[in-house]
C-alpha cells in the first residue's frame, strides 16, 4: 500500500459547483498536513494546512479524519481559475520527519 | 521577500555532460528539499539536508546523482554523467521546523538531456 493516495482524476465539473478530494495515508504516526495547489508547468504553492478541528479559508475547507487516516479538501462554487492539480502532504513526526507527497488529483472546472 | 531561487530556469544538454542544478533557500529555513517530477513518477524526493547536513538521500536514483549544502544558503544537485531519462523537472523547497511546517518551493528547473 502506498504511504499516501489520492484519486488522479481528472474531476471535470462546472463552474459553480462543490467538489470534494480525499487524500490516505497509510501511517498512523502521521501528524502534519497540508494540501497544495499545482498549476500546469509551475510549482507546487501551499493551498492551506490542515488542522485536527478542520479549518477553512474562503470557498476551502479542509479536514482531518485521524481515525479513518484521511484527510479531504471541499471547494465550494467552483471557478475556473480553480483548475489545477491538488497535491496531499503527509509528514511522520517527531525524530526523522518523512515527507511524503501525494500523486495529485487533477481538477478540471468547465465553464 | 525572497523566494527559494533556482537556476537555471532551463537547461538543453547532450547526453553525457555533466549538469549542476543550484538553489538558495529561504533565509532562516533549517531544511532543504530536493525534488524530480515527471509525468510517469510524479514529484519523487530525492534528498533533504537539515541545518546543512544530508538527513536522507535514498531517493537518489543512482551515484550519478549528488547533492551538497556547503552553506545554510546555497546547495546544489549534480548530475555526472548526464542521460535521457534524467529529463524532468527538478524542484528544489525549504521550510522551517522540517514537516512541521510546509514546504516553499522554487520556481524548478527544466532539464532536458539529449
Known amino acids: 500500500r502506498k504511504e499516501v493516495e489520492q484519486d488522479p482524476g481528472p474531476f471535470n465539473v462546472p463552474e459553480g459547483a462543490t467538489v470534494a478530494f480525499n487524500c490516505t495515508y497509510s501511517?498512523?504516526?502521521?501528524?502534519?498536513f497540508f494540501w497544495y495547489r499545482q498549476d500546469c508547468r509551475k510549482e507546487p504553492k501551499l493551498l492551506m494546512s490542515?488542522?485536527?478541528s478542520g479549518n477553512e479559508d474562503g470557498r476551502f475547507t479542509a479536514q482531518l479524519n485521524r481515525a479513518s487516516q484521511y484527510i479531504s479538501l471541499l471547494i465550494r462554487d467552483s471557478k475556473l481559475s480553480d483548475s489545477a492539480t491538488y497535491l496531499c502532504?503527509?509528514?511522520?513526526?517527531?525524530?526523522?520527519?518523512?515527507?511524503?507527497f501525494g500523486t495529485g488529483t487533477k481538477l478540471q472546472v468547465i465553464p | 521577500d525572497a523566494g527559494v531561487i533556482q537556476s537555471p530556469r532551463h537547461e538543453v544538454t547532450e547526453m553525457g555532460q555533466e549538469v549542476t542544478l543550484r538553489c538558495k533557500p529561504i533565509?532562516?529555513?533549517?531544511?532543504l528539499f530536493w525534488y524530480r517530477q515527471t509525468m510517469m513518477r510524479g514529484l519523487e524526493l530525492l534528498i533533504y539536508?537539515?541545518?546543512?547536513?544530508?538527513?536522507?538521500d535514498s531517493g537518489m536514483p543512482e551515484d550519478r546523482f549528488s547533492a551538497k549544502m556547503p552553506n545554510a544558503s546555497f546547495s546544489t544537485l549534480k548530475i555526472q554523467p548526464s542521460e535521457p531519462r534524467d529529463s524532468a523537472v527538478y524542484f528544489c523547497?525549504?521550510?522551517?521546523?522540517?514537516?512541521?511546517?510546509?514546504?516553499?518551493f522554487g520556481d524548478g528547473t527544466r532539464l532536458s538531456i539529449l
Open positions: 523547497a525549504s521550510s522551517y521546523e522540517g514537516g512541521r511546517q510546509p514546504q516553499h
Open positions: 501511517n498512523s504516526a502521521s501528524q502534519s
Open positions: 490542515v488542522y485536527s
Open positions: 502532504v503527509v509528514t511522520v513526526l517527531p525524530g526523522y520527519q518523512k515527507v511524503t
Open positions: 533565509s532562516g529555513h533549517d531544511y
Open positions: 539536508f537539515n541545518n546543512n547536513v544530508p538527513i536522507d
